[in-house]
């Protein structure tokens, strides 16, 4: 009689973490929570200490509490980040165990713009896959808010794997008359929920492709120039629509995917999603970009899209264009060189 035990197979689950910083990455994360990412832990950080107490985190770090006296950065983004180096022990604590970091904030602003790359530059010097998702300024608000938002994100680009821009601007493509502002910051933060779910989704959920953490580090780590989409489908050809949506999305810069030098392709239905349509949408967006990319596909179930088909796409290592436009996102492989010191 054979009484040997199977041996014990322990199953390592990487840590997940978003951390939204100053009152737009805290309204992002609320909206995160509410509308139920799975397998993250969320961590806000604000210099304003009246804000904190509206978020919905369990973790909460009041950025700068000898510099500011809880009372905002005042939209001075060297205040931003003097709080954030004043705090970053405590951050760096609460990132403890963290495998891949997303970083989210409203760029233009004093928290956000300042203490975003110093957080990004420590949770990737500490050896975590860090992605940024942030916002760029409507045009409204001033030429002053877009000169700060973009320093911001350009520090990001030099501290961060991968910087993800949705320029708030662009909402205006999707939006009418009757678009209420609260509905306009509403889809902001839909997006910035996109961008972190179509990644988490593929590692956490159940599925029929999963994808492990090592094949989402081949695509966001050291590719240069990217871009990310998302389209729905229903009906006939539910697959072809969404693949055809997710490369053509109205809240990006740039929507060529041609040349990518990797692929993250996110596929998510109902239980009626079929490995065809797994095929066929796949096969879409491999068209779009070419014979030479490393293309990793994942096809998730999620319940809430019965009789719907969902792609969404992270290329990356695209070449830079012609006329320079605000890229959608941008990695880098390599820490800049040299310290942070950009406001002082």
């Known amino acids: ?29 609320n909206n995160m929570i509410a509308e139920g990412l799975e397998g993250t832990e969320f961590i806000v950080a604000n210099t304003d200490a009246q804000a904190l107490t509206m978020s919905k985190a369990s ?10 006296e809880g009372l905002g950065a005042g939209s001075l ?7 954030a180096e004043e705090s970053i022990h405590e951050i760096m604590d609460q990132l403890s165990g963290t495998h891949m970091c997303f970083v989210t904030a409203g760029m233009g602003g004093g928290t956000g713009t300042g203490a975003a790359p110093v957080i990004a530059r420590a949770a990737r010097a ?14 409204f608000e001033g030429k002053r ?16 794997d991968t910087v993800i821009v949705i320029p708030n601007q662009n909402l205006f493509r999707i939006a009418n008359a009757k678009t209420t502002f609260e509905d306009a910051f509403g889809i902001a933060d839909k997006v910035l929920y996109s961008g972190v779910s179509c990644i988490t989704n593929l590692i956490v959920k159940e599925g029929l492709i999963n994808l492990d953490f090592a094949d989402v580090k081949t695509v966001m780590r050291d590719m240069g120039r990217a871009m990310m989409g998302t389209g729905v489908g229903s009906g006939e050809n539910r697959a072809s629509k ?10 990006i810069d740039e929507n060529s995917i041609k040349g990518a030098r990797g692929v993250l392709i996110s596929i998510s239905g109902g239980m009626d999603m079929t490995l ?10 491999r068209e779009e970009v070419g014979d030479e990319a490393d293309i990793i596909v994942g096809a ?15 290329a990356t290592g695209l070449a830079v264009p012609t006329s320079q436009g605000e890229p959608v996102v941008n990695m880098r492989g390599e820490p800049a060189p040299g310290s942070m010191q950009p406001y002082h």
């Open 1 to 29: 009689m054979n009484t040997s035990k199977k041996p014990e197979i322990s199953e390592m689950r990487p840590k997940l973490t978003v951390i939204g910083v100053g009152g737009g990455g805290g309204n992002a994360v």
């Open 59 to 68: 973790k909460l770090v009041q950025l700068g509490a000898v510099v500011t």
């Open 77 to 83: 983004p060297e205040v931003g980040q003097a709080a």
């Open 126 to 139: 500490a050896g975590i896959l860090t992605v940024a998702i942030v916002t760029k300024p409507f045009t």
């Open 145 to 160: 808010r877009m000169q700060m938002a973009e320093q911001g994100i350009e520090l990001l680009r030099q501290a961060a």
């Open 242 to 251: 969404a693949a055809e949506a997710s490369i053509a999305n109205p809240l």
């Open 276 to 285: 065809f349509e797994v095929d066929e949408a796949a096969t879409r967006i």
């Open 300 to 314: 998730i179930f999620d319940n809430s899209l019965q009789g719907q088909f969902k792609v969404s796409v992270v």
